[in-house]
């Protein structure tokens, strides 16, 4: 045993040991005496380490974004879009229609003439993008036209609505101010999963509801006479149907309608007197539509009780052009605001507007903003639905992290109490190994960020023992040495030698482990398998590296050691 | 120095059929237990909504009611199905289980009946304060975890992948550390602890969640570390002693590794069972597997690991010398026996090379 190595190797400790702590204690302040209490080091730990939501509170939740509704309802308007083309273009078009499955998008148009097809084809793909052949194959036979999505098409557009979706959810998101959230996509490519994780957030039943709001928003015009006449509502859908002839052409809609309570002044009012869903028949397509909203905002309504918010809105240049110029030319008639495909109001045309108008309803403070809020980040381009939720109270939190410590300090009691007395001088050598671990594991778990879960907390309990392990490892070999009657230096090194392959073996397989964890995790697992790792890796420079410096150390004095207490 | 097991002389392997015995039983009980159940219309394992799906809501109260009247408060309010289960580390916490209802939006509507129901105990906690701090309150809703049909089935799927990714993983290790009969050897082993946990899940109905798959594959680490301990020290002692059989060098070996497989597996034995004492609730599963894992994955070295490796490899040295025999009888020149088993004894040949004609791969 040399003894020129050992004071290199102890300053590389020391100096290890001190960017150690000084991870761990934080670069933020000089550390004062207070910090190496127990209550000192719980604060620093708790602030400088990330910790996951299931100790610090927080809810997790998976949504999938149903991005067959995006493709369908691109494939219907580019079925409407396909007949007016045609229609336009003088042609006769006997039927148009679309055929919709699982994984087939299908825009179908049946012209009266066959021999009109190419002339068709020609009109219609001049004006729309199914003349892409990368996105739509074409195919006819006889009167009949067919364009059917392609596979690649499919899946580069349902990306894109997921993109989409993400960015809608993260303007949501920030609107609401919730602090570091975690947006991101999930699983596997194709499955068109969004992560979203909110740390301190209790009751995500709000939340859950805002990302999911739909807002389309649409201004119509209601079918009937003009004003003084009160504006035409029906009491059932069939009647409205009724009112057209039967059946609802292509530039009709018929829509439901719930009035508006009035105001009387009793509190019991919203909650009791709910008028029946009335229907009103609309032209179609709407004058202007959701894209061309520049922003909305709730305000209180006259009277400034707490359920008298309206919401309003305020359109772009170009919508605002095309509005004025309609309403100009509609005065007196009825328009309907909009939502989700449900008139929400309905008013008649005083003067021309241009770009303001209002959302009225029994909306209150809380529900006002929220729609403003869900009306200004832009519509989804296809409804979420939600797959998993997870919410953990902070005081759920609380129990765990002092459960897991309570935890983690018996286990390591019984562990050093054991080493001392087992393998006595020795012992203490592992112990402080043991201590060094410790301090390194939380520093690199500061360093590479990683987040501290439950389950991590279990990965640390485990570490302790795999670390003594390796100490045990040599210790044992190192009895055996030097009962085959080596002497002491000589037992120590091959004890460290041929302990060291051992050691390497099992920290490999364990990592190995640990790596199809983290790959297959989320979350808490995800902890579990970097606190582990993590542990084992400190381990190998501790367990091997220091215990033998320390022996090092004992062994290097120039009298002969007598005997080894191990 | 004070030494435990000083100087051990066991004849494991005489043993084994006892030994590989006690584990067939413990995995035919832990099987025949999964499938009365699954006969008998009940759940074979106990799934936790990560792989089932559904809802389990955390209620913690000021002063908890009965579970019978949590259970007739949720029957009011149509609430069918509700499992209500006490939480055991806290007397004032009670989970509540709903199964799967269609999407899991309908989470919220779930949630909304159980509010409805436990409003009967008085008013929940305002979602901004504790429950200690809300005077009025008499309960609050700490914890939720829906999980919809399809994240439950991408989850299930997902864990038994990664299980079987990671034995072909460590398979591959330390096959090429030793040799594949080693490693198949290894994964039997590992395998069987698994297995054999699984088991007691299936008998205890312990829940069987993400965190305790986290813990059996955790197991499968340990097991192997135990298990590569021995067959280091077999490694060692053959190409120190060329002359023993295969089967008493790994006597020795298990002998020799033994006060080493006692500490430390007692050690992580310690820590375990301080987590499963002081780990709380929700790492009480977890826990529980790696308790039965590091207990069957130290028995599992010694018991399953070893002797299987010597069969093999004895079985194969066999084959090798009969075919030898097979070889050499036609020539009478002294042609080279390709197989070199003269000079190692017992021990077959090395390396996975495999002479031609033995029929390894």
Redesign the interface.
């Given at each position: 045993m040399k003894k020129k190595n050992f004071l290199p190797r102890a300053i590389i400790i020391v100096v290890v040991t001190l960017l150690g702590l000084y991870a761990v204690i934080g670069p933020r302040r000089k550390p004062t005496l207070k910090d190496f209490t127990w209550s000192g080091i719980k604060a620093t730990l708790a602030s400088n380490i990330h910790l996951g939501l299931d100790l610090k509170g927080g809810s997790h939740l998976v949504m999938r974004v149903k991005t067959d509704e995006y493709l369908k309802s691109i494939t219907e308007s580019d079925r409407v879009a396909a007949e007016t083309a045609a229609k336009e273009a003088g042609i006769e078009v006997k039927q148009a229609r679309e055929e919709i499955g699982p994984g087939n998008y299908r825009v179908i148009i049946e012209l009266a003439d066959a021999s009109k097809v190419n002339e068709a084809k020609d009109a219609i793909q001049k004006k729309l993008d199914l003349n892409d052949s990368s996105m739509w194959t074409y195919a006819s036979s006889g009167a009949q036209l067919t364009w059917t999505m392609t596979s690649a098409a499919q899946r580069v557009l349902a990306d894109n609505a997921t993109t989409q979706a993400m960015n809608i959810i993260d303007s949501r998101i920030n609107a609401l101010g919730i602090t570091e959230p975690t947006l991101q996509t999930h699983g596997a490519q194709n499955s068109h999963q969004i992560l979203l994780q909110m740390p301190g957030v209790q009751d995500p039943e709000r939340i859950k509801d805002l990302l999911k709001g739909q807002s389309k928003l649409e201004l119509v015009h209601v079918i009937g006479p003009p004003q003084p006449m009160p504006s035409t509502t029906y009491g059932s859908e069939d009647e409205a149907k009724a009112s057209l002839g039967g059946t609802v052409p292509n530039n009709r809609k018929v829509l439901p309608y719930k009035e508006r309570v009035e105001r009387t002044g009793s509190p019991q009012d919203s909650a009791n007197q709910e008028k029946p869903t009335k229907w009103v028949v609309v032209e179609s397509p709407a004058i202007i539509d959701g894209s061309q909203l520049r922003t909305a905002s709730a305000v209180n309504s006259r009277g400034g009780r707490n359920d008298q918010f309206e919401i309003n809105f305020s359109l772009k240049k170009d919508g605002a052009d095309k509005f004025g110029a309609w309403t100009g030319a509609h005065i007196n008639e009825y328009m309907g605001v909009v939502l989700n495909g449900q008139v929400q109001s309905i008013a008649f045309i005083k003067s021309q507007i241009f770009d303001s108008g209002m959302i009225e309803g029994n909306y209150t403070q809380q529900s006002a903003e929220d729609l403003a809020l869900v009306l200004r980040s832009g519509a989804l381009p296809a409804p979420i639905e939600y797959l998993e939720e997870r919410t953990v109270g902070p005081s759920l939190g609380a129990d765990s992290i002092r459960a897991g410590v309570n935890a983690s300090l018996v286990g390591l009691g019984l562990v050093v109490f054991f080493m001392l007395i087992y393998y006595r001088g020795s012992g203490v050598n592992a112990v402080v190994a043991l201590v060094l671990n410790m301090i390194l594991m939380m520093a690199g778990l500061i360093l590479f960020g990683a987040t501290l879960t439950l389950p991590g907390i279990a990965g640390i309990i485990l570490t302790i023992g795999m670390a003594v392990d390796s100490n045990v490892l040599i210790f044992e070999r190192i009895r055996e040495e030097l009962l085959t009657g080596k002497t002491i230096p000589s037992a120590v090194d091959h004890g460290f030698d041929r302990a060291f392959i051992t050691i390497i073996d099992t920290h490999v397989t364990t990592i190995i482990s640990s790596l199809f964890l983290f790959v297959f995790g989320t979350g808490p697992i995800r902890g579990f398998a970097v606190s582990l790792v993590i542990g084992l890796l400190v381990n190998l420079f501790s367990a091997v590296y220091v215990s033998r410096t320390i022996f090092m150390g004992l062994l290097s004095r120039k009298r002969k050691v007598e005997s080894l207490s191990i | 120095?004070?030494?435990?097991f000083k100087t051990v002389n066991i004849d494991w392997l005489a043993h084994r059929r006892w030994l590989i015995g006690i584990s067939v039983a413990l995995m035919l009980a832990g099987l025949a237990s999964a499938m009365i159940r699954q006969a008998t219309h009940r759940q074979p394992f106990n799934l936790g909504v990560d792989f089932k799906g559904g809802t389990v809501i955390?209620v913690?109260f000021k002063q908890r009611p009965t579970d019978d009247a949590i259970r007739a408060a949720l029957t009011a309010q149509s609430v069918s199905d509700a499992i209500v289960q006490p939480v055991t580390?806290?007397n004032d916490t009670v989970l509540i289980k709903l199964p799967l209802e269609g999407?899991?939006?309908s989470?919220?509507a779930g949630?909304d009946k159980v509010r409805k129901a436990l409003n009967i105990f008085g008013t929940e906690a305002k979602?901004?304060l504790?429950?200690e701090a809300d005077s009025g309150a008499a309960y609050?809703?700490?914890?939720?975890?829906?999980?919809?049909a399809?994240?439950g089935a991408?989850l299930r799927n997902?864990?038994i992948?990664?299980t079987l990714?990671?034995l072909v993983?460590?398979l591959v290790?330390?096959a090429m550390?030793f040799e594949w009969t080693y490693g198949a050897a290894a994964v039997i082993a590992v395998f069987h602890d698994v297995l054999i946990t699984l088991g007691f899940f299936s008998i205890f109905q312990w829940e069987v969640s993400?965190?305790v798959?986290?813990a059996l594959?955790?197991l499968?680490?340990?097991s192997?570390?135990d298990t590569?301990?021995v067959f280091?020290r077999i490694r060692?002692n053959r190409r120190l002693n060329r002359r023993e059989s295969l089967y008493a060098i790994t006597n020795d070996a298990i002998n020799?590794?033994l006060?080493?497989t006692v500490?430390?597996n007692?050690?992580?034995f310690?820590?375990?069972l301080?987590?499963v004492?002081?780990?709380?609730d929700?790492?009480r599963a977890?826990?529980l597997a790696?308790f039965i894992g590091v207990i069957f994955g130290t028995y599992s070295s010694i018991a399953i690991a070893s002797p299987i490796m010597v069969w093999w490899e004895q079985r194969i040295e066999a084959a090798n010398r009969a075919a030898t025999l097979a070889y050499n009888r036609p020539t009478k020149s002294g042609v080279q026996s390709p197989v070199k088993s003269s000079a190692r004894g017992a021990v077959a040949s090395h390396a996975g090379k495999g002479s031609p004609g033995t029929g390894r791969a």
């Open positions: - | 120095m004070f030494h435990i955390t913690r580390d806290r999407e899991t939006s989470v919220d949630r979602p901004t504790e429950l609050k809703i700490v914890g939720t975890d829906a999980v919809g399809v994240a991408q997902k864990a992948a990664v990714a990671a993983g460590i290790y330390i550390r993400l965190t798959i986290a594959l955790t499968v680490g340990f192997v570390n590569i301990v280091d060692e020799q590794t006060s080493r500490i430390t007692g050690l992580v310690l820590s375990v301080a987590l004492v002081f780990g709380g929700v790492l977890f826990s790696l």
